[in-house]
């Protein structure tokens, strides 16, 4: 038995979720024929949304000039996506924004536009879905969150899309993975009481069912699926193309060619699943059970530091916390909003330190260039050291106290703290209860923390920072004690920070510049972030020398 399957790849859309759609040219141009000899219908090459804070590579934008320096393929045709929120929230209106993304048809090599929306957004669907087909596109509408929606309001929104006579494919996404067999066909009897056109699903592979899934869906009548090579994407990723494919030909008699896949499957791709570490793992299969958003797991699992017992306890702090949707904000509150069963009392920093001015060393490379000279600016200044790591180049006597804010760190670098004579500055009533008693024993000194996106607050016992990483929190410490100055070594902001690390640093600078403190932030050694920038070499960069 044959079906007519139509297949899309959107390897470079759902895969940049881990590289910030960042993919070389070398590796897209082999992506383009190797999927193009396969046979596979539609390529969705990534998103076509507006400029955001942030590095973002071409994929994130998509554009039509872009696209036409691309060596683009004969038989597969090329789709992007658009979320429905950017172009509702858009200050102009929605007519508005569309002609900003889009031109006519006749002159871009995209021929299909899907668009994806929650079920709370699909009243703007028909305004959406008219002005792109009146642009001359095929338009396909992507339901994301459909595990979440009842029988009712899954046939309410069929009936809705069904006039909507721009809509040719209409898609559900199983975004949380956590869809069965049984869920599946469930869903799509209920979009078929009033959808009567073609659909489409989009499987993830949390609770490793999306080729399962997918399959699934294709005996029940669905004729388009979604996949990507080795399954890359958001979370535990999808269905893999070059897995569906070989089942499509053997189960349906689909006529593709599973074979030109793999040599890119082996190789590019592969280094990529090496770096990002993408796929179906326990903690995606937790998060999917209880309804938490796959990108809660990815943020902290694709970061080598987090220990799987501390993303294991923040997932049940964000179990039942409407968590369905991914925050970074709340993320934070995760990690950090513990109640202490410690009866140590928070301090503070002023009772630490003498000297008003304050030097952060950080991790960079700088660090290890510059060391004989961090030395020497240490030894021949008065000033204040804080580390935020316990590994540093420079020797521990001319350090003053280390710093430690991130659970997921404080956990890794606590063998070390033993060997560590100086007081280690942590929220411990936020950590205790993550880290047991390992802290026990040990020079702590406990200064409190609370994680609000917004805000940069130094207090005198606690502080308020927009991350849990090191560098605000140190920040806050020379502030609340007193600093009149904080220079920085090894913030280096390099390509060795994860696109991740790079964007939280530069979030942290902007709050603590929008905050009430006015203690300056000076780079010793080069930065690429928004900060003062002078240099270890100037012998008046203190102007006040310690007396021989």
């Known amino acids: 038995m044959t079906k007519n399957i139509k297949l899309l790849d959107c390897t470079l859309r759902d895969g940049g979720y881990y590289n910030a759609w960042n993919f070389s040219r070398p590796l897209v141009e082999k992506y383009l024929r190797a999927l193009d ?60 924004a569309l002609d900003m993304l889009f031109d006519e048809r006749i002159n871009s090599p995209v021929e299909i536009v899907r668009v994806a929306a929650h079920l709370h957004e699909v009243s703007h669907i028909p305004e959406i879905t008219d002005l792109l087909k009146a642009k001359g596109y095929t338009v396909i509408v992507n339901l994301m969150q459909v595990s979440r ?75 388009w699926l979604d996949a990507t090579l080795q399954g890359m994407g958001r979370g535990a990723g999808n ?40 796929g179906p793992n326990p903690l995606y299969y937790f998060s999917a059970k209880e309804n938490i958003h796959p990108t809660y797991v990815q943020t902290m699992h694709s970061d080598m530091e987090y220990d799987p017992n501390v993303v294991m306890s923040v997932l049940k702090r964000l179990k039942g916390e409407n968590s369905h949707t991914f925050s970074l904000q709340n993320l934070s509150s995760a990690v950090m909003g513990t109640e202490s069963t410690s009866t140590l009392q928070e301090r503070s920093p002023s009772e630490l330190f003498t000297a008003d001015d304050f030097l952060i060393i950080g991790a960079g490379q700088s660090v290890r ?41 404080i956990l890794i670098e606590s063998a070390h703290y033993l060997e560590i004579k100086q007081p280690i500055i942590l929220p411990l009533h936020q950590t205790y209860n993550l880290h047991g008693g390992i802290l026990e024993g040990m020079n702590i000194f406990d200064f409190g923390v609370k994680i609000d996106s917004r805000k940069f607050e130094a207090r005198s016992f606690d502080c308020t920072i927009p991350s849990s990483l090191g560098a605000a929190y140190a920040i806050c410490i020379a502030v609340a004690a007193g600093a009149k100055r904080i220079f920085l070594v090894g913030f280096d902001g390099d390509d060795d920070l994860s696109h ?32 003062t920038q002078q240099t270890l070499f100037n012998p008046l960069v203190i102007g006040t020398h310690k007396s021989s």
């Open 149 to 223: 929606a009842s029988d009712d309001e899954l046939t309410e929104v069929a009936l809705k899309m069904a006039r909507c006579e721009a809509i040719e494919v209409l898609y559900f996404a199983d975004s949380l993975g956590n869809m069965g067999k049984e869920d599946v066909v469930r869903c799509i009897h209920t979009l078929r009481k009033e959808w009567s056109g073609e659909l489409g699903i989009h499987t993830h592979n949390n609770m490793e069912r999306a080729l399962e899934n997918s399959l699934a869906a294709a005996a029940e009548g669905v004729t």
């Open 500 to 531: 991740r690390a790079r964007s939280e640093m530069n979030h942290i600078i902007e709050a603590y510049n929008a905050s009430s403190h006015d203690v300056p932030l000076i780079a010793l050694t080069p930065t690429t972030f928004s900060v």
């Open 37 to 96: 000899e396969s046979r596979v219908d539609v390529l969705e090459l990534g998103l076509r949304t507006f400029a955001k804070e942030g590095f973002y590579g071409p994929y994130f934008f998509t554009t039509d000039l872009f696209l036409k320096s691309l060596d683009l393929p004969t038989h597969s045709k090329i789709a992007v996506m658009v979320n429905a929120s950017d172009l509702i929230k858009h200050e102009n209106g929605i007519a508005a």
């Open 369 to 409: 260039e510059y060391s004989d000279d961090i030395k020497n600016f240490i030894s021949n200044n008065e000033i204040s050291v804080l580390s935020i790591n316990t590994s540093t180049p420079l020797p521990n006597d001319l350090i003053d106290a280390f710093v430690a804010c991130n659970p997921a760190r």
């Open 239 to 278: 269905a893999k193309t070059e897995v569906l494919i070989g089942e499509l030909e053997s189960r349906f008699n689909n006529t593709f060619n599973s074979e030109s896949l793999i040599s890119i499957c082996m190789t590019d791709i592969e280094d990529l699943k090496d770096k990002y570490r993408w």
